[in-house]
């Protein structure tokens, strides 16, 4: 179904169903117009978003939150208003696309300068349509449909008459979760150049105050901290300005009621399917209420657009809640585990992995690496991955990114024989690379030195001895599709980790004029997103993993094309056991990789023991990052025990509803859960920190069973949903870092209950 219409010849009317919808279907359809209002209601999963085009023709944002009744709002601008402002009208607007110029003076979403040197956008609805399903975004990751019948989208037309800039803001809504994205298409449609120098996809005004924001702070080896602060009444603003999502902030943010918990209260989020530089604030307006906006970072973009030109900004995905963060987070996961990941391994249980990296480092051989990938066979293990180190003369980190050809020094028989060893022995093979760079020390670099970003005149700022690859050049981006097809084409390679392991500095593509030097990072992007979409729909059965120095580049834009991410550099557990709490906050556990590695840990010297490291690691997509060969029989026995619990509850923990239970950011205990779509099965997880004399044990409250049912747990115990969910279960944890795993299922009631 097409619906096209005008404002100006169709918004007579209420509630009129479009075509041969009966009315019952109507009231049920996710975009809903009145007509008479100019009403736009985008509803699902117990949410509305409302819109409204004004007398004036501007589009406003009246509600995004909780369902609500399709009828008129009582919406009355001069009520709604402050009763008296020095402020211009439009100051004290809930504008859906706030712009420059016009009296509007807060951060804009759309800033434009024109030919006559202004920035002045006076946005005005011209028209609109109503889709079933969601279109794809021209070269960028992007939710999808796999029916029509999952969402439905909106696109309002608008337009600044005097530049000719026509702006469609593109809605879907998705039926069951309530989740609405939205991205801005600008195009040119005047016959002047137009440059684009600020763009937020979403930028939504709350008719709230007082609320407090949340993000998801970071660094190398410690990604994801969650960061909760009153909103205040200024601006809140988080960035990144690496070329990457980066580790020190997540492209998602949220605002929240001050009593908002894991369970109870108001919560809205907006995420950036983005990878690159991106910018989201909080902000109060002249009436204090709160503004929630992501997009591009203008202090890294702007883009030329000549005469006809389009420009699709980056999909935000926005998600309310009223249960709280769990509420909030479970929309997340079930969206970008199901419609955001794609392709073969999307769905399916992913391998236990073995990765050669905290185990050897560089420094390996062909003899080495089979012996512990046998040892790794015997402990049921299903995939062995070579890390770093295996091509060009790599024996540290100081050369030969780019010339991505077999060290024969390191693998005489060369990467095939090695594999097929590997596969000999019933374990898949995986592989290294890290295609968007190159060391200045490499045969690539040295016949072609003018392809990584660099601006002439100045040094080129070399991290960890090496330079970056300018993938806004179409040469560049087909160099690196050849040699990785080539090597993924020469053994029998299941999976890849693709790493990035610098951030950028002079960030200017050579290839582009002066005036376009700062559409640099954006071209980037999408270099890097045509490169990975032809690779990964090249080798399809490939598992591909995502890294940048652990979680550098862990965002929605990533996984659309690579449904798992190595969630950080620090393979410690007491420290995963808050950067995988943290990362959940809106990221699958299918997401996230996590590994068990040797003690004393390498990035913190903690030793914890073999169990909790394990029971840690199975709370994501599972693996090992150890030398086996160094282990006791005692230690590959337990590992071997692990293994046989990671497969038997892998397909649970990576497809199941998760609850985070007790925060590590909040006390001594950490617990989350996994419970299965029916609710007839459930593990629950649960890990304390340090011991403190003289307390008693937790009580732990489970979420999602049904409440009459009965479960049987693994210490043989039948207890009802009921009273695991509001009376909980007692866990008494001896010893620092102490974790326990306790499975559940439903049962038939007992005889005497
Ligand atoms: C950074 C990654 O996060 C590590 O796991 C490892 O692959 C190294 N790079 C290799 O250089």
């Known amino acids: 179904m097409r619906m096209i219409c005008h404002p100006e010849d169709s918004l007579k009317e209420t509630g009129i169903p479009p075509d041969n919808l009966s009315r019952k279907e109507w009231w049920i359809m996710p975009v809903n117009i009145d007509r008479k209002n100019r009403l736009f209601f985008l509803s699902g999963g117990g949410i509305s978003y409302v819109m409204k085009i004004d007398e004036e023709r501007r589009l406003l944002n009246l509600h995004w939150g909780h369902a609500l009744p399709f009828s008129a709002l009582p919406y009355d601008p001069a009520q709604d208003g402050p009763a008296a402002s020095f402020d ?82 593109l809605y879907s809504v998705f039926h069951d979760t309530g989740a609405v994205t939205r991205s801005l298409i600008l195009q040119n449609r005047g016959s002047a150049p137009l440059k684009i120098t600020q763009l937020l996809s979403a930028s939504v005004p709350l008719w709230e105050s007082g609320l407090e924001v949340l993000h998801l702070k970071g660094a190398w080896a410690r990604e994801r901290t969650v960061v909760r602060t009153p909103a205040g009444m200024g601006e809140y603003r988080i960035f990144s300005q690496r070329g990457a999502s980066g580790h020190e902030e997540n492209p998602f943010m949220a605002l929240c009621d001050p009593s908002a918990d894991e369970f109870s209260g108001r919560v809205w989020g907006v995420s950036l399917v983005y990878s690159g530089s991106f910018l989201a604030l909080s902000s109060s307006d002249v009436r204090s209420h709160s503004r929630l906006s992501i997009g591009l970072n203008p202090d890294v973009f702007s883009w030329k657009l000549d005469p006809g030109e389009v420009f699709t900004s980056p999909e935000a995905v926005m998600v309310f809640s009223s249960n709280g963060f769990n509420g909030l987070s479970q929309v997340y996961h079930r969206l970008y585990r199901t419609r955001l990941a794609r392709g073969y391994w999307r769905d399916r249980t992913r391998p236990v992995l073995i990765n050669n990296w905290e185990g050897t480092y560089f420094n390996f051989n062909e003899e080495k690496l089979l012996s512990i990938a046998q040892k790794a066979r015997d402990i049921g293990v299903e995939l062995f991955v070579l890390d770093d180190g295996w091509f060009g003369r ?63 005149g100045r040094e080129r700022t070399q991290a960890r ?105 620090d393979t410690d557990a007491a420290e995963r056991l808050k950067i995988q709490y943290g990362t959940s906050l809106v990221y699958p556990v299918s997401a996230m990789g996590a590994h068990v590695s040797a003690v004393p840990n390498h990035q913190t010297g903690r030793i914890l023991s073999l169990r909790t490291r394990g029971l ?114 007692t866990i008494s944890l001896n010893g620092d870092f102490s974790a326990c795993l306790i499975h559940m299922k439903r049962c038939a009631a007992p005889a005497n209950p």
């Open 88 to 169: 211009l009208p439009v100051s004290s607007l809930p504008l859906e696309i706030p712009v420059c110029g016009t009296g509007w003076y807060g951060t804009p979403a759309v800033s434009v300068e024109n030919s006559q040197g202004d920035n002045i956008t006076d946005l005005r609805v011209t028209g609109w349509r109503i889709r079933d399903g969601k279109a794809s975004l021209s070269g960028l990751p992007a939710t999808y449909t796999e029916s029509p019948s999952e969402a439905q989208s909106l696109e309002i037309d608008l337009e600044d008459a005097l530049t000719g800039l026509h702006v469609t803001a």
């Open 465 to 569: 001895n090496q330079l970056i690859l300018d993938l806004c050049r179409r040469e560049v981006q087909d160099e690196i599709i050849r040699a990785v097809s080539a090597v993924l084409s020469s053994a029998p390679i299941s999976y890849v980790k693709w790493d990035m392991n610098r951030n950028m500095s002079e960030a200017f593509s050579s290839e582009l004029p002066a005036e376009r030097k700062l559409e640099t990072q954006h071209r980037y992007m999408l270099g890097l997103y045509r490169v990975l979409e032809t690779i990964t729909s090249r080798f399809p059965d490939v598992l591909f993993e995502s890294c940048s120095g652990g979680g550098g580049r862990f965002d929605p834009g990533m996984l659309y094309y690579m449904p798992q991410t190595w969630t950080s550099d």
């Open 394 to 456: 790599r024996n540290s980190d100081t050369c030969s990114l780019g010339d991505w050809v077999e060290n024969r020094e390191k693998l005489p028989g060369g990467l095939r024989h090695l594999a097929e060893q590997i596969n000999g022995m019933g374990l898949r093979f995986g592989l290294w690379f890290e295609p968007e760079m190159v060391s200045p020390d490499s045969d690539l670099y040295r016949n072609h030195p003018d392809w990584c970003l660099h601006v002439d």
């Open 616 to 729: 840690v690691a199975l709370s994501g997509n599972f693996g090992f990052e150890l030398d086996l060969t160094k282990m006791s029989d005692e230690e590959l026995a337990e590992c071997s025990e692990l293994v046989r619990l990671v497969k038997r509850y892998r397909k649970l923990t990576q497809s199941g509803t998760f609850w985070r239970l007790l925060s590590p950011f909040r006390g001594e205990f950490t617990a989350w859960s996994f419970v299965s779509e029916s609710g007839d099965e459930a593990l629950l997880f649960a890990c304390k920190a340090l011991s403190v004399p003289n307390t008693s044990p937790v009580r732990i409250r489970l979420c999602g069973l049904s409440e009459s049912a009965y479960y049987q747990l693994d210490d043989g115990r039948c207890l009802q949903g009921g009273m695991l969910m509001h009376y909980g279960l």
